[in-house]
């Protein structure tokens, strides 16, 4: 089975470029997470969805920051404008409903921003 | 206050010695389960063992246990036999199904196995 798709795997862009992380979750799984790493930071969620609707967000750094998941099986992470600051590796992870469910991440997109 | 804390950010373990990787947790919900993740230096992040808040015995999976003490609010991770390919960051995580089924996350333990 194929587990969660991000792309693109690796990005590098200019300073006030758009850019846009694409994840395919699990077939089946009804949450998909987006997270955020960063040596300073570590692990930080930024926002996560249930069958397609956001349920909480409160990790969005700010608005240039958006996220959106038209379908079950594909969501966005977009930044508009980039900044250098968001220069960080971020994972799509997908799971079941469930406490024993866990989560399965996918490698992973590292955004360089200069 | 951190639904998960782990307190060592770095360890170090001979080759074939046991490890332990410490993580506390903090919830009022009686339903929840623990987690523990590895990532290697490559990146990906991987699931390694799961304990349940209303398992009676300790998780074990392969090499890894989970040494659960539910009355101290613990769940460290036990890696036995250490091996070089174990040299990781080690996350542990909880996930309260009943308070919107997020996962929280610890800062991470960083392991070196020293051959």
């Known amino acids: 089975d194929a587990g969660v798709i991000q792309s693109p795997r690796h990005e590098v862009t200019e300073m006030g470029q758009e850019v846009t992380l694409r994840c395919k979750p699990i077939s089946g799984h009804d949450y998909l997470f987006w997270y955020r790493q960063t040596m300073m930071r570590g692990l930080e969620l930024l926002i996560y969805?249930?069958?397609?609707?956001?349920?909480?967000d409160s990790g969005m750094p700010e608005d240039r920051f958006s996220a959106k998941m038209p379908n079950a099986s594909f969501s966005t992470l977009k930044i508009q404008p980039s900044e250098p600051r968001d220069s960080a590796v971020y994972f799509c992870?997908?799971?079941?409903?469930?406490?024993?469910?866990?989560?399965?991440f996918g490698p992973g997109t590292r955004l360089l921003v200069l | 206050a951190q639904k998960i804390t782990q307190t060592q950010p770095g360890m170090f373990v001979q080759e074939k010695e046991a490890v332990t990787l410490d993580c506390t947790y903090d919830t009022s919900d009686p339903s929840y389960g623990l987690f523990w993740y590895k990532q290697p230096s490559s990146g990906e992040m991987i699931f390694l063992i799961y304990q349940g808040s209303y398992d009676q015995q300790n998780a074990t999976e392969g090499r890894y246990s989970l040494n659960f003490q539910k009355a101290r609010k613990s769940a460290n991770l036990v890696i036995s036999a250490s091996q070089l390919g174990d040299s990781a960051m080690y996350f542990c995580?909880?996930?309260?199904?009943?308070?919107?089924?997020?996962?929280?996350f610890g800062t991470g333990t960083s392991l070196t196995v020293i051959p």
């Open positions: 995580a909880m996930r309260e199904p009943n308070t919107g089924n997020q996962f929280y």
């Open positions: 992870a997908s799971s079941l409903f469930g406490q024993q469910e866990t989560q399965y």
């Open positions: 969805f249930n069958n397609n609707v956001p349920i909480d």
